[in-house]
């Protein structure tokens, strides 16, 4: 290489590390300006969401244990993925809907027993999602006045 070409490298080399820290200085604060925004302003619905999120969960497993403390032990089962699954992730959208989220609860508590899992289909996950909080009341007494029905034929 010739010693021409050395100094201009040098030079550029020296002239760089020169600049980046003042650079560095003034991107860092700006990225952290940004990020802090970003972080307080932007994300904060979204922390909020997983903070009330977490502790829903931990009520909806409460709710879940009272209605699977009725199932023998032997007909207790793991409940399909493609049910438990869907369940769990529509119920973060559902849970303040109480109709919404006992028809959830009771999805899943069917697919946790061996004897109702047949009647638990991945599709009602679905059908569920589509109900509006009304909806689910209106069926719920529907079903609540033809199980009363059926008791007295």
């Known amino acids: 290489m010739s010693k021409d070409k050395k100094g201009i490298i040098e030079a550029t080399?020296?002239?760089?590390?020169?600049?980046?820290?003042?650079?560095t200085k003034q991107t860092d604060g700006v990225l952290s300006t940004v990020v802090g925004f970003f972080n307080n302003v932007v994300?904060?619905?979204?922390?909020?969401?997983n903070l009330t999120?977490?502790?829903k969960l931990e009520a909806f497993e409460q709710d879940l244990k009272k209605k699977i403390e009725n199932i023998p032990e032997e007909n207790l089962q793991e409940p399909p993925l493609m049910i438990a699954g869907p369940v769990l992730?529509?119920?973060k959208y559902t849970y303040d809907e109480e109709?919404?989220?006992e028809m959830y609860e009771n999805l899943l508590?069917?697919?946790m027993d061996n004897r109702k899992v047949n009647n638990?289909?991945?599709s009602f996950v679905d059908a569920i999602k589509q109900m509006s909080p009304l909806d689910a009341k209106i069926l719920s007494i529907m079903v609540g006045k033809r199980q009363l029905m059926l008791g007295f034929i």
């Open 13 to 23: 080399s020296d002239a760089v590390k020169s600049l980046v820290p003042e650079t």
């Open 43 to 49: 994300l904060y619905p979204v922390k909020k969401a």
């Open 53 to 55: 999120f977490k502790y």
């Open 89 to 91: 992730e529509a119920l």
């Open 99 to 101: 109709n919404l989220r």
């Open 109 to 111: 508590a069917s697919a």
């Open 120 to 122: 638990a289909h991945p």
